[in-house]
């Protein structure tokens, strides 16, 4: 619902989304000729896939020395870190929960806590984005990141079991609330700061970038799959996250200059 109501609010702001163009039309109704053209086309392809291979690698490298030439792209690598903490409450996080002993009813109704907490940053982002550049919005947003995520950190050193799980829930639902800021923060800064012409190679490098730590938050995982290794998980995304903010601070917010919203 939450979603509907703003596409539609986006689709009255822009009247020109109303539009259709005649071409569209035509290539609707022909959709199913050039499918039969399209199976002809398959064998084709398959025949030259190994330049097409070769092709879509020099696109790769070039797509990245592209996206590293921005003077931005330390804020897309410092968002793409992001992705390596399992401090949210994903597959891994709430295994360990409920190994924990978490109830499913309470661990439900904390996820929706998490939820609205996060969705709560885009209030947040249209106040602060009007009364401070959005580098320095970027930079706060990440710092109270990393601020809540050491109480994750925490709990670790507190031997009281229900204390030191409300540190650690708390820590990752309240942590949400930077995630959201500095994620529109740096998505606004690459929409003002980069080419019109090349905002797309940008926007998928961006994509790959963060699916890349991901992955890699995947492989930790996997590595430390005892419940009784979570520690170790802990540090890595705490860490991630720190150095996200280095990133951030030396690469951004020093160094790019940010007009005023």
Aim: aromatic share 8%; with cysteine.
């Amino acid at each position: 619902m939450v979603e509907y109501i703003c596409t539609a609010k986006i689709y009255n702001l822009v009247p020109e989304l109303a539009l259709s163009s005649a071409p569209c039309a035509k290539q609707n109704t022909d959709v199913h000729e050039q499918s039969d053209e399209h199976v002809s086309e398959i064998g084709a392809l398959l025949s030259s896939s190994h330049p097409k291979i070769e092709e879509n690698e020099k696109t790769a490298s070039s797509a990245l020395q592209i996206y590293l030439s921005q003077p931005i792209a330390a804020a897309g690598i410092a968002l793409a870190m992001l992705y390596l903490n399992v401090l949210s409450f994903g597959a891994i996080s709430t295994s360990y929960l409920i190994w924990r002993g978490l109830r499913l009813d309470l661990l439900g109704f904390l996820r929706g806590i998490s939820s609205l907490i996060g969705l709560s940053g885009t209030i947040v982002f249209n106040h602060a984005s009007s009364r401070m550049s959005l580098k320095t919005l970027s930079m706060l947003s990440i710092l109270l990141q990393l601020t809540l995520l050491s109480l994750c950190v925490l709990s670790l050193f507190v031997r009281e079991s229900k204390t030191s799980l409300t540190l650690l829930v708390v820590g990752i639902c309240s942590s949400r609330l930077g995630l959201w800021v500095f994620d529109m923060s740096v998505t606004q800064l690459m929409q003002e700061l980069v080419p019109e012409e090349i905002r797309g190679v940008m926007g998928s490098m961006q994509h790959s970038l963060n699916k890349t730590f991901e992955l890699l938050s995947y492989l930790a995982g996997i590595v430390y799959s005892d419940v009784e290794q979570f520690h170790v998980l802990i540090y890595i995304g705490y860490g991630a996250v720190a150095v996200a903010a280095i990133i951030q601070a030396c690469g951004v917010y020093f160094n790019v200059r940010v007009p005023h919203s």
